[in-house]
T-cell receptor
Framework: NAGVMQNPRHLVRRRGQEARLRCSPM?????VYWYRQLPEEGLKFMVY????????ESGMPKERFSAEFPKEGPSILRIQQVVRGDSAAYFC??????????????FGPGTRLTVL | AQTVTQSQPEMSVQEAETVTLSCTYD???????LFWYKQPPSRQMILVIR??????QNATENRFSVNFQKAAKSFSLKISDSQLGDTAMYFC?????????????FGTGTRLKVLA
């Protein structure tokens, strides 16, 4: 059973460009979480999605950031018009929920975004 | 709102010795989960140990154990017989349960270096 997959692992963008980060949850998982880790800091929650629904986006910046988890395909975190402050590692996690294991999330390897 | 505090930015320990990493948290909830995650230089988030707040018995996983003091809102991690492979960032995390959003609240981390 493959783990949570994220791509790309490294992404370089110039200021003003768009960044698209992809996350494929573990097989059988239908709940996805995105976290951001700024340099030398802990992970901060951004958004929680189920298939075709955003459940909690309380940690997502109001502008330029959006997330989706379509019925088919990976979850996408999209950052428009990137700025240098968006440089960070973005982690995706997934969980099965409704299976008695709702207390644990499984993390992907992260995407390191660098904005020049 | 919940907060998690790790007051030790860096620690070091000699190989084969024991080290304790501290974590305190603030919540008004009675039911929740607590976790310790390890992040080695690869940046992969690896679950080390977890504790359900309703369980009085401290969790143990091989060389890793916790000292959970619910009244004091303290959740320290003890690593026995430290190994070079334990060198990593360690993050303490809180999850309210059942919450409907299941997001982690992370501390800022402790960088642990195991010395040969």
């Amino acid at each position: 059973n493959a783990g949570v997959m994220q791509n790309p692992r490294h992404l370089v963008r110039r200021r003003g460009q768009e960044a698209r980060l992809r996350c494929s949850p573990m097989k059988g998982h239908s709940h996805v979480y995105w976290y951001r880790q700024l340099p030398e800091e802990g992970l901060k929650f951004m958004v929680y999605l189920q298939k075709e629904n955003i459940i909690d986006e309380s940690g997502m910046p109001k502008e330029r950031f959006s997330a989706e988890f379509p019925k088919e395909g990976p979850s996408i975190l999209r950052i428009q018009q990137v700025v240098r402050g968006d440089s960070a590692a973005y982690f995706c996690a997934s969980s099965p929920l409704n299976s008695g294991l709702e207390d644990e999330q499984f993390f992907g390897p992260g995407t390191r975004l660098t904005v020049l | 709102a919940q907060t998690v505090t790790q007051s030790q930015p860096e620690m070091s320990v000699q190989e084969a010795e024991t080290v304790t990493l501290s974590c305190t948290y603030d919540t008004s909830e009675n039911n929740y989960y607590l976790f310790w995650y390890k992040q080695p230089p690869s940046r992969q988030m690896i679950l080390v140990i977890r504790q359900e707040a309703y369980k009085q018995q401290n969790a143990t996983e091989n060389r890793f154990s916790v000292n959970f003091q619910k009244a004091a809102k303290s959740f320290s991690l003890k690593i026995s017989d430290s190994q070079l492979g334990d060198t990593a960032m360690y993050f303490c995390a809180f999850m309210k349960a059942p919450s409907g959003t299941y997001k982690y609240i992370f501390g800022t981390g402790t960088r642990l270096k195991v010395l040969a």
